[in-house]
């Protein structure tokens, strides 16, 4: 059962049952059904809870939002007097001392009572009133913001690597021309991840087996660009067997090592190690510091800037991430407990 209706379903049992709470230890032997004061508060109650969810669900969404100010006023003054005089219509007590007037016994109200009572129905009545305001307006927020933050996702996710794109293009060009036998088997891997990128990413997690297969792909597909001066260490370990996780959500960091690790001119080394767990996952990215930064921004890529957005949005409180930078080195620690 969904959390918030489980703390709506509690809150209203706990609501409804201040009116017995309140009674005393004789009223309770006459058998507070058939107490008057009772029956009235409790149908006070009720009637309270059914305005806490009518201002909650119609009240503010159809008239506080839309800013009809004044047919929200008319509403919840009508709804005031309703709750006020209702129970009060069926269920009739007088507030009221016996006193001899003229020789008959006559029933003079009690005017500190009946005040009393009055002062605390409007409390309670502006109590609920507020609560369902503030409950549902914050409900609202947050809901503009998952869907914001979603939208944000949905563009992250959908970007993609136009600098990959074009240098595999090349690559399997080069290929073709020379007529390897690898050329056919890499236009395979290309097409396996532009189908996974275009249909699979808009879930909000996949099979972790299909994100694997993506990464292969993709690494062997950069190495079809590299020559010998680059060594690139890929291992998986562990058991992924019933395991989810977001798409697209470890391949930037993997990027980035390609991006600024891979240099024709010098000899270098990258290395990824993904390991799989009972609790989820560690990845491990390694890579020197062999082709030049340009830009200011470089030391912090955007693709990777993305992905920790995601990260935060995706497995808050469920993943860590270290990041540790030197001049010669980069280097990328992360783990995401995932089902």
Not at 151 to 165: D, T
Not at 280 to 287: A, I, S, T, Y
Request: proline residues 4%; hydrophobic residues 45%.
């Amino acid at each position: 059962m969904n959390k918030n209706i489980v703390l709506h379903l509690l809150g209203s049992i706990a609501f409804l049952s201040i009116p017995l709470i309140s009674f005393t230890y004789l009223e309770m032997e006459r058998g507070f059904f058939n107490v008057p004061h009772y029956q009235r508060s409790q149908l006070s109650y009720l009637l309270l809870l059914v305005f806490f969810y009518a201002n909650y669900f119609f009240y503010i969404p159809k008239l506080y939002f839309p800013k009809r100010y004044f047919l929200l006023l008319l509403a919840i003054v009508g709804s005031y007097f309703v709750i006020k005089y209702l129970p009060r219509y069926f269920i009739d007590i007088d507030y009221c001392d016996s006193h001899h007037i003229d020789g008959r016994v006559k029933c003079v109200p009690q005017k500190a009572i009946y005040f009393n009572k009055e002062l605390r129905f409007f409390i309670l009545f502006l109590f609920v009133m507020i609560l369902s305001f503030v409950l549902r307006v914050n409900n609202q927020l947050a809901k503009i913001k998952s869907e914001k933050l979603k939208a944000e996702v949905s563009y992250l996710k959908a970007q993609i690597n136009p600098h990959f794109l074009f240098n595999t293009l090349n690559s399997i060009y080069a290929l073709t021309l020379e007529k390897s036998d690898e050329a056919p088997e890499a236009v395979l891997k290309l097409s396996s991840m532009m189908r996974y990128v275009v249909t699979e990413s808009i879930a909000d997690v996949v099979p972790i087996a299909k994100e694997l297969t993506y990464i292969k792909d993709y690494i062997a597909l950069q190495r079809l660009r590299l020559d010998e001066s680059t060594t690139v260490n890929f291992t998986i370990e562990g058991d992924h067997q019933g395991k989810n996780i977001a798409p697209l959500i470890l391949i930037s960091f993997i990027e980035n090592a390609f991006k600024y690790g891979a240099n024709p001119d010098r000899e270098s080394e990258i290395s990824i190690a993904i390991i799989l767990h009972e609790k989820g996952l560690d990845m491990n990215v390694k890579n020197e510091i062999v082709a030049e930064i340009t830009t200011k921004e470089g030391k912090t890529e955007k693709g990777v800037k993305n992905s920790i957005t995601r990260l935060n949005y995706m497995y808050p409180n469920q993943h860590k991430l270290n990041i540790i930078q030197t001049d010669t080195d980069y280097e990328i620690n992360l783990s995401i407990e995932i089902a």
